[in-house]
Nanobody, 129 residues
Framework: QLHFVESGGGLVASGGSLRLSCEASGGALDSYVIGWFRQVAGKEREGVACISTRDRSTDYVDSAKGRFTISRDNAKNTVYLQMNSLKPEDTAVYYC??????????????????????WGQGTQVTVSS
């Protein structure tokens, strides 16, 4: 069964950078859409970015455009989220997950959280002001 493990979170000052990793085991990622989401305690989980491991298409939410870059290494079965120019409002637990519908390209606005499965345990990102 597919299993995701996120890593790379930590504490960083405002304006700093982090690279998150989402490593998959139990299956190959070469034909799926993988999404990065984040959640603050007491708030709904929100999408950040997504990537098709098949056609390399990507999509980002407005708050991530120009600052975050999602990429994948199919050989390593890993999806990355490079986050630059971090802001305190980026503070959250970041998760990766698999889009449950088999599609070749990223869904519009990366779809909704309920359309994803195989959630990892998350990695905490804290941006200090």
């Amino acid at each position: 069964q597919l299993h995701f493990v996120e890593s790379g979170g930590g504490l960083v000052a405002s304006g700093g950078s982090l690279r998150l990793s989402c490593e998959a085991s139990g299956g190959a990622l070469d034909s799926y859409v993988i999404g990065w989401f984040r959640q603050v305690a007491g708030k709904e989980r929100e999408g950040v970015a997504c990537i098709s491991t098949r056609d390399r298409s990507t999509d980002y939410v407005d708050s991530a455009k120009g600052r975050f870059t999602i990429s994948r290494d199919n050989a390593k079965n890993t999806v990355y989220l490079q986050m630059n120019s971090l802001k305190p409002e980026d503070t959250a637990v970041y998760y990766c997950a698999l889009y449950s519908i088999l599609v070749a390209t990223t869904p519009q606005n990366c779809g909704r959280p309920y359309e994803y499965g195989y959630w990892g345990q998350g990695t905490q990102v804290t941006v200090s002001s």
